[in-house]
C-alpha cells in the first residue's frame, strides 16, 4: 500500500511538471504575438484615450488638460453630426451589401466543375491589391470625362455619369469601391465554411425532396451562421474605419457627402493641428463600433438559438 501511495504520488508530480513545462512552452510561443499586440493595438487605444482628455498641436508640441471639452466641442459641432451621419449611411448600405455578395460569390465558386480554381483565383484577386492602390484604378476607371465606365455606358447610348464628382452619386460610388474590396476578401471565409458543411445533410435533403433553393435556405444559411456573424463583425470594423477611398478620391466631398468619421479625425490631426480632437473622435469611433458588434452578436445568437 505504501508503495502503491508512492508510485501514485510520483504520477501526479510528473503530470503537473508536465502541465507546467507545457504552459511555458504555449507562453514562450504566444509572448511576442501579446507584446506585438499590446504595442500596435492596446497600447494605441490608451494612448488616444489619454490625449482626448488634452489639447495639443504638432507645431507648438505642448498640451493642456481640457477634461471632457474635446467632447463637448464635437456634441456641438455641425461637421462632426454630419460626417456621423454619413457614416452611419455607409455602414447601413455597405455591410449587407459586402456580406450578401461575399455568400453568393463563395456559394458560386464552391461547385464542382473543371477550372473552378481559376475563377475562385479571379474572385479573390482584389484582395492581392491595396487600397489606396485599388482606389487609384477606380478614380481611374469612374472618371466622368475619359473613364472605360462612361465609355462602356456609351456603346449602349446611355449619358455619361458624374461618379465621384456628384453629391447623390459620391456615397455610393466609394460604397462600390469598398464592396469590391470587401467582398473577395469576405468570400474567402464564408467559402472555408462551406466546404466544412458535411454533405450527407445535402444528401438527406435531396432523398426528402428538397430542391437546391430550399437546401440554401434550410441547410446551407443556417449551417454558415457562426462564419456570417464573423464577416459581418469584420465588415462592420473595417467599414467604419475606411479611409483611403475617401483621402484619395473625394477628399469628403462633394459636399461634404463622403465625409466619414476617419477622415474627420485625419482633418482634426494634420490639417486643424488638434490631435486631442482627433483622439475623441477616435475613441466614439470606437465605443460605437463596439456597440454595433455587441448588437450584432446578440441578434445573430438569438437567430440560432
Given at each position: 500500500m505504501k508503495t502503491l501511495s508512492f508510485l501514485n504520488f510520483v504520477s501526479?508530480?510528473?503530470?503537473?511538471?508536465?502541465?507546467?513545462?507545457?504552459?511555458?512552452?504555449?507562453?514562450?510561443?504566444?509572448?511576442?504575438?501579446?507584446?506585438?499586440?499590446?504595442?500596435?493595438?492596446?497600447?494605441?487605444?490608451?494612448?488616444?484615450?489619454?490625449?482626448?482628455?488634452?489639447?495639443?498641436?504638432?507645431?507648438?508640441?505642448t498640451e493642456k488638460f481640457v477634461g471632457w471639452d474635446n467632447y463637448r466641442s464635437l456634441?456641438?459641432?455641425?461637421?462632426?453630426?454630419?460626417?456621423?451621419?454619413?457614416?452611419?449611411?455607409?455602414?447601413?448600405?455597405a455591410n449587407p451589401l459586402q456580406v450578401g455578395v461575399a455568400i453568393l460569390i463563395a456559394v458560386l465558386v464552391n461547385q464542382k466543375v473543371k477550372g473552378i480554381n481559376f475563377f475562385r483565383t479571379i474572385f479573390y484577386l482584389p484582395v492581392?491589391?491595396?487600397?489606396?492602390?485599388?482606389?487609384?484604378?477606380?478614380?481611374?476607371?469612374?472618371?466622368?470625362?475619359?473613364?472605360?465606365?462612361?465609355?462602356?455606358?456609351?456603346?449602349?447610348?446611355?449619358?455619361?455619369?458624374?461618379?465621384?464628382?456628384?453629391?447623390?452619386?459620391?456615397?455610393?460610388?466609394?460604397?462600390?469601391?469598398?464592396?469590391?474590396?470587401?467582398?473577395?476578401?469576405?468570400?474567402?471565409?464564408?467559402?472555408?465554411?462551406?466546404?466544412?458543411?458535411?454533405?450527407?445533410?445535402?444528401?438527406a435533403a435531396r432523398v426528402d425532396g428538397a430542391s437546391k433553393c430550399q437546401m440554401f435556405f434550410r441547410v446551407t444559411l443556417p449551417m454558415l451562421k457562426r462564419s456570417i456573424a464573423f464577416v459581418t463583425v469584420g465588415a462592420t470594423t473595417s467599414n467604419f474605419l475606411l479611409f483611403a477611398p475617401t483621402y484619395i478620391l473625394t477628399r469628403g466631398g462633394p459636399s461634404g457627402s463622403t465625409h466619414l468619421l476617419m477622415y474627420e479625425a485625419y482633418l482634426s490631426a494634420f490639417s486643424y493641428s488638434d490631435m486631442g480632437r482627433s483622439c475623441a473622435i477616435m475613441m466614439l469611433l470606437l465605443l460605437m463600433i463596439l456597440a454595433i458588434v455587441v448588437v450584432e452578436m446578440r441578434m445573430l445568437r438569438e437567430s440560432d438559438t
Open positions: 501526479v508530480t510528473n503530470r503537473r511538471v508536465i502541465v507546467r513545462v507545457k504552459w511555458k512552452v504555449i507562453f514562450g510561443f504566444l509572448l511576442p504575438a501579446l507584446v506585438g499586440l499590446f504595442l500596435f493595438k492596446f497600447y494605441p487605444i490608451i494612448l488616444a484615450a489619454k490625449n482626448s482628455f488634452y489639447t495639443s498641436s504638432f507645431l507648438s508640441g456634441f456641438s459641432d455641425g461637421i462632426f453630426w454630419n460626417s456621423l451621419k454619413v457614416t452611419l449611411w455607409f455602414n447601413i448600405l492581392a491589391i491595396s487600397v489606396p492602390i485599388a482606389a487609384v484604378i477606380w478614380g481611374i476607371l469612374l472618371n466622368p470625362n475619359q473613364g472605360f465606365v462612361n465609355s462602356f455606358l456609351s456603346i449602349f447610348g446611355l449619358p455619361a455619369q458624374p461618379f465621384l464628382v456628384d453629391k447623390t452619386q459620391a456615397m455610393f460610388s466609394i460604397i462600390l469601391i469598398a464592396s469590391w474590396i470587401g467582398f473577395s476578401y469576405w468570400m474567402i471565409f464564408i467559402l472555408a465554411a462551406l466546404q466544412e458543411i458535411p454533405v450527407e445533410l445535402y444528401e
